[in-house]
């Protein structure tokens, strides 16, 4: 199983403030990446893809990708309290078996928790 | 509203009960997915299937059967519940191929005693 690492956390910023999400992946060949967030008892909802090295922005959120370094990052600038959640990294790998296809494979999850 | 269904949101049952697990999309996505999702374990993948008429196994795809008979529904079933398989339970679904979007179920929260 190829991995996804992220910092468990919690992560505590204060509002205003850049909150940096950090995720590393062990399958050199992947190709897709994914920023998912979960409020508590809710399901995780999609907020960043990115494909290619460098950074994409929308709003306020950035997802930066470095394939040499095997790194993915999300940025969120002027954290508000509703950005509190965990943030889920996730990488799109082939399947294995005779039905091989694609699937997400998710890190744990980074708590992040912005304080007013 | 378009989306994912599952079903039920909640169940406390017997071990060794056998137990289903519904889901159902009305995006007309090829590609369906079951994770569990237990605290400090994140979400794991059990089965799959990228079209219908196929499925896949996971991560973690022992005690778990699934079937694909059409396009929309993607039923888990746990033959012989045991108590290792309380867990949070969702579906998704997405395009297929390497997009990797996909639009997950509310869950299903499952409990065995």
């Known amino acids: 199983q190829k991995e996804v690492e992220q910092n468990s956390g919690p992560l505590s910023v204060p509002e205003g403030a850049i909150a940096s999400l950090n995720c590393t992946y062990s399958?050199?060949?992947?190709?897709?990446f994914f920023w998912y967030r979960q409020y508590s008892g809710k399901s995780p909802e999609l907020i960043m893809s990115?494909?290619?090295?460098g950074d994409k922005e929308d709003g306020r959120f950035t997802a930066q990708l470095n394939k040499a370094s095997q790194y993915v990052s999300l940025l969120i600038r002027d954290s508000q309290p509703s950005d509190s959640a965990t943030y889920l990294c996730?990488?799109?790998?082939?399947?294995?078996?005779?039905?091989?296809?694609?699937?997400?494979?998710f890190g744990k999850g980074t708590s992040l928790l912005v304080t007013p | 509203i378009a989306g994912i269904t599952q079903a039920p949101t909640s169940q406390i049952l017997a071990a060794g009960r056998r137990m289903t697990l519904r889901c159902t999309q009305d995006?007309?996505?090829?590609?369906m997915y079951w994770y569990r999702q237990d605290l400090g374990l994140g979400l794991r993948l059990i089965h799959y299937?990228?079209?219908?008429?196929?499925?896949g196994k996971g991560e973690v795809p022992d005690g778990y059967s699934v079937s694909r008979a059409n396009t929309d529904d993607f039923p888990l079933t746990l033959a012989s519940a045991v108590p290792s398989q309380t867990s949070v339970y969702f579906c998704?679904?997405?395009?297929?191929?390497?997009?990797?979007?996909?639009?997950f179920g509310e869950g299903s929260r499952l409990t065995v005693l």
């Open positions: 998704a679904s997405g395009a297929g191929g390497g997009t990797g979007e996909l639009f």
């Open positions: 990115i494909y290619s090295n």
């Open positions: 299937s990228n079209t219908a008429g196929t499925t």
């Open positions: 399958d050199r060949g992947s190709q897709s």
């Open positions: 995006m007309r996505h090829n590609a």
């Open positions: 996730a990488v799109n790998q082939p399947t294995t078996g005779s039905n091989s296809g694609y699937a997400l494979n």
